[in-house]
């Protein structure tokens, strides 16, 4: 067992227990999550601004199924983004924050994925509504790529950098 105030990574240029990492890194993921909670609460809330549009009643069965499965996955977003909040309650003062950071770490990832998907969904929906079909796909595609190269490429290959950096 290690000290309980031995420098947790002597090799990261900090100097902070596991204690003070752990209680950081909750820090850091709290505003990870306050940026996805926003974007998802705008979204939601333009998703629920729709169905009391008169071109809703206009939409064809798949618009509507495809406008429901949006708000469903709106739904997800925010009770991914609510569980690490909730978890932290639970675990609150039982001394093992370190847990409680790397679960809430694969809850937010998994937000990220989520919330991707709603995007480039909405997008979607959106040129399918105003355009055509065509345009929608055109367009999803579109926005699926950007966010695959922002949200997986790029951090992996910075990540690589550091790596090949480290060595």
């Not at 940026?35 to 071109?55: E, H, N, P």
């Amino acid at each position: 067992m290690s000290e309980p105030f031995a420098d947790a990574d002597p090799a990261d240029g900090r100097t902070e227990t596991a204690t003070q990492r752990a209680d950081r890194n909750w820090s850091e993921i709290l505003q990870e999550l306050r940026v996805t909670q926003t974007g998802t609460q705008i979204i939601s809330g333009f998703l629920l601004a729709i169905v009391f549009q008169q071109r809703f009643t206009q939409l064809d069965s798949f618009q509507v199924a495809f406008y429901l499965v949006l708000v469903l996955m709106a739904a997800s977003c925010t009770a991914l983004g609510l569980a690490p909040v909730a978890l932290h309650r639970e675990l609150f003062r039982h001394h093992d924050k370190t847990q409680t950071v790397s679960i809430a770490n694969r809850l937010l990832r998994a937000t990220l994925v989520l919330v991707a998907m709603l995007t480039a969904g909405v997008v979607f929906f959106v040129f399918d509504v105003t355009v055509n079909r065509a345009a929608a796909f055109i367009a999803g595609v579109a926005v699926v790529l950007v966010l695959v190269v922002l949200l997986v490429v790029f951090p992996r290959s910075v990540l690589a950098r550091l790596r090949r950096r480290e060595l």
